[in-house]
């Protein structure tokens, strides 16, 4: 999906400073270059937005933490396992 989302969109240029020898190789072996920098970046986009959100939440998961170690899972008598 979200691939479908970025290929809506408008592209930009973009200069970027790669090591060399790996352009090289990348180029011996035929890969795109600018859609395996996209895919790079939305990663690095994606685990950012991660690390941020866990940052953001920090207190409230830790305090359910507390919560469920203090009380056990709310609703855990009708597990059944």
């Given at each position: ?8 969109h ?7 400073s790669?090591?060399?020898a ?60």
């Amino acid at each position: 999906m979200a691939a479908d989302l970025r290929s809506a969109h408008t592209k930009r240029a973009a200069n970027l400073s790669i090591d060399a020898a790996l352009l090289s190789e990348a180029r011996r072996l035929d890969i795109n270059i600018s859609r395996a920098a996209e895919e790079g970046i939305a990663k690095a986009v994606a685990g950012a937005k991660a690390a941020l959100w866990r940052a953001e939440n920090l207190e409230a998961l830790q305090s359910s933490n507390a919560y469920v170690e203090a009380n056990g899972l709310p609703l855990g008598h009708y597990r059944q396992f």
